[in-house]
Nanobody, 121 residues
Framework: VQLQASGGGLVQAGDSLRLSCAAS????????MGWFRQAPGKEREFVAT????????YYADSVKGRFTISRDNAKNAVYLQMNSLKPEDTAVYYC???????????????WGQGTQVTVSS
């Protein structure tokens, strides 16, 4: 599976942004998907994950209630709707795929390139 994230940009605090991740390959529906982020000088952190069917979702506490992960299996795409953005959400955001759904952040096999999200105060 090849992944390509897009949709990042520069926004103000309180604004919304939607990230997209396009996946190649005919087995996209077999994969659970996740979003991660990495801020400058910090370790990469888990943001959200969604099951292969889209029924199961799980979020980091820091984004719960503000971010929504979704997927469109017909389009081989996963999305991250980010609302009420804060300066601390500034990071490079990555999408990733793995063959099972779990709240644990480890075990992702495939990663896309990142997309920069910058939130100004």
């Amino acid at each position: 599976v090849q992944l390509q994230a897009s949709g990042g940009g520069l926004v103000q605090a309180g604004d919304s942004l939607r990230l997209s991740c396009a996946a190649s390959g005919r087995t996209f529906t077999s994969y659970a998907m996740g979003w991660f982020r990495q801020a400058p000088g910090k370790e990469r952190e888990f943001v959200a994950t969604i099951s292969s069917s889209g029924v199961g979702t799980y979020y980091a506490d820091s984004v719960k209630g503000r971010f929504t992960i979704s997927r469109d299996n017909a389009k081989n795409a996963v999305y991250l709707q980010m609302n009420s953005l804060k300066p601390e959400d500034t990071a490079v955001y990555y999408c990733a795929a793995r063959r099972y759904y779990s709240p644990t952040p480890a075990g992702y096999d495939y990663w896309g390139q990142g997309t920069q999200v910058t939130v100004s105060s």
